[in-house]
């Protein structure tokens, strides 16, 4: 049964990151329809919304976040009728569809980029994106200091279309993902028709790539702090690219046309912002609806950071109407599994040379933990591919293979994400795993990855997909993402316990086992030793249908005052 009005409040959104879903074609790479004939198995875990990493026309120099073309599909994933036909058989299930949209950058292979290349200095298909001339004598040196999140200038100098050594043009990723200019009416209103193009076809909504980066400070000067701290450099607030105040203008043109539709759409901000307070203003009422909890997610396993992080959102988001969002793991960080055991910010990856690697076994318990965490929390929550079936990051790629941009670019000095991108397994035994008949994949799949194949997981009771199903259906069936958190104190500093409606849930993080709450376990991330909850383990325990909330006495976190967030950080 689908999710009733403004789904996107308390849905749990599943993302396919269509390269490494499964291959019907058999070339390696997976595809539309490939990911079709697997539907039947996320109706089956309970999602309520799948998200789509970028499958349009690209180069692929960045695994699709470059785009060439906006309203088509890559021939590497099929075609617009094999969309419609995923489409319409996910909405046959109850399940929303929503795409990555990517307005930040396009790739040097879309027809403006290359106009702008033999139009020349100063033409209008020039200010469509961030072309500048360089500093130095000669226009050598780039024009300013800014880097690139990949590593190395974000500045790519060109050859004029005489032959002269010209311009440079702005790329904050890879130099073959030219950055557009925002500020110019062109590249908004052909935003605006890419939004429509895909909402014509009966997309649910859209995770927006880059949110935070679409304008830059207009003299582009000097950063004072070039080199980017944290993932996607979110610890730098002082970033000249980073939540400029003109960004919310965009949103609120985007609703606009969203609210065009019939029906309830979502747009999803990846927002690389330092704090829950600051992203919480691009999600009032008339922006976007959801912005991805990257806070939350890059907390580490700290009972303490997790419960301020935790109230930190609800109280932030609510302020403005919106849900809190959750996220564990994505295309772009080491998964849950293996991050967990490791201190938190591991943006560089983790590979054979990394200093530690973590234990899966143990990962792999803390990390059902996690999800237990995550799962009963009021809001929205995303799951990458692969996490329901308990997987690890892979460590052992060869050099030779990796394809993130950031090994290149980085002379391997940064591992990057492809340790969590590797093809997922789906029946033991078979060629690939079950990825594609043809055993061909386009990262290699590390020794022993049957182990975790769904076919495996589905038939055994204790298996971690079995665990992510019942946690689906009860949180569904409670209405958890629609309930209001009440903190249980005094557990102790190793110990996070709270109630969400009608269930309670606590999480030991210490050595000492903690004595169970009466009532009965509806679901448990580990073994429970007389009555007593392991360390590393979480349970849900019903408090016998009675709603704990402000009603029976319980106190909620209080929303922050919109005016103060207003004025603190303006827009
Ligand atoms: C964020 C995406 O999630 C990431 O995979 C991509 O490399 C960058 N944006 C650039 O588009």
């Known amino acids: 049964m689908a999710l009733g009005d403004e789904w996107w409040r308390e849905a749990v959104i599943y993302q396919i990151y269509p390269r490494s879903f499964a291959d019907a074609n058999g070339d390696g790479v997976g595809d539309l329809p490939g990911a079709l004939t ?124 005489d032959g002269s050594a010209g311009q440079w ?38 995770r927006v790539d880059v949110a935070h980066g679409l304008i830059k400070k207009e003299e582009m000067g000097d950063h004072q702090k070039p080199s980017n701290s944290g993932p996607m450099g979110s610890r730098d607030d002082l970033s000249p690219y980073r939540g400029q ?67 930190e959102s609800l109280r932030a988001y609510p302020a403005v109407g919106a849900p809190a969002t959750w996220v564990l793991s994505n295309h772009d960080v080491i998964r849950h599994a293996t991050r967990l055991m490791l201190p938190p910010d591991q943006d560089d990856g983790i590979g054979p040379r990394s200093p530690r690697i973590p234990e899966h076994e143990t990962g792999l318990h803390r990390a059902r933990a996690a999800t237990m965490l995550m799962l009963a929390l009021p809001g929205s929550a995303y799951l990458y591919q692969g996490e329901e079936l308990g997987l690890p990051e892979v460590v052992d790629i060869p050099d030779e293979a990796r394809q993130d941009p950031t090994f290149a670019r980085t002379q391997g000095r940064r591992y990057g994400r492809d340790g969590c991108r590797v093809p997922i397994p789906w029946t033991a035994g078979a060629p690939s795993a079950g990825f594609s008949e043809t055993g061909e994949t386009w990262l290699p799949q590390p020794e022993g990855w049957d182990v975790h194949a769904r076919d495996v997981e589905r038939a055994d009771p204790g298996s971690t997909l079995n665990l992510y199903r019942r946690l689906l259906r009860e949180r569904r069936a409670r209405r958890l993402g629609r309930s209001v958190l009440v903190w249980i104190d005094d557990v102790g500093e190793d110990v996070l316990a709270f109630h969400n409606h009608d269930i309670t849930v606590v999480v030991n993080f210490g050595e000492q086992p903690f004595p169970l709450p009466s009532g009965q376990v509806i679901a448990a991330s580990g073994p429970l030793a007389d009555a007593h909850l392991p360390t590393d383990t979480a349970v849900w325990i019903d408090s016998g249908g009675v709603p704990i909330g402000p009603e029976t006495g319980g106190v909620p976190i209080v929303p922050s005052d919109i005016d103060d967030l207003v004025e603190k950080y303006g827009g």
């Open 169 to 206: 043009y702005l790329h904050l990723f890879d130099s073959s993902q030219p950055d557009f200019n925002w500020r110019n009416p062109e590249v908004r209103a052909e935003f605006l028709d890419i939004l429509r193009f895909w909402l014509d076809r009966g997309v649910d909504g859209f």
């Open 38 to 161: 697997r539907i039947d198995d996320l109706a089956d875990l309970g999602v309520d919304a799948i998200w789509f990493s970028p499958f349009m026309r690209s180069p692929q120099r960045d695994a699709g976040y470059d785009v060439a073309d906006y309203r088509d599909i890559d021939p590497l994933f099929g075609t617009l009728v094999d969309f419609d036909a995923f489409l319409a058989a996910a909405h046959e299930r109850g399940i929303r569809v929503i795409v990555d949209l990517v307005p930040n950058h396009s790739s040097v292979a879309h027809a403006w980029f290359q106009e702008a290349l033999a139009a020349g200095p100063g033409s209008a298909a020039r200010e469509r994106y961030l072309f500048l001339d360089g500093r130095g004598s000669d226009g050598e040196l780039p024009p300013n200091n800014w880097e690139s999140e990949f590593g190395g200038s974000a500045w790519e100098r060109i050859t004029e279309p």
């Open 245 to 311: 105040p003109e960004v919310h203008d965009i949103f609120r043109e985007w609703h606009q046309v969203m609210a065009e539709y019939e029906g309830d759409r979502v747009l999803c901000a990846e927002a690389w912002l330092s704090t829950a307070d600051k992203t919480a203003l691009w999600v009032r009422r008339d922006e976007m609806h959801q912005a991805f909890n990257f806070g939350y997610l890059m907390t580490g396993w700290d009972p303490q950071a997790l419960r301020d992080v935790i109230t």
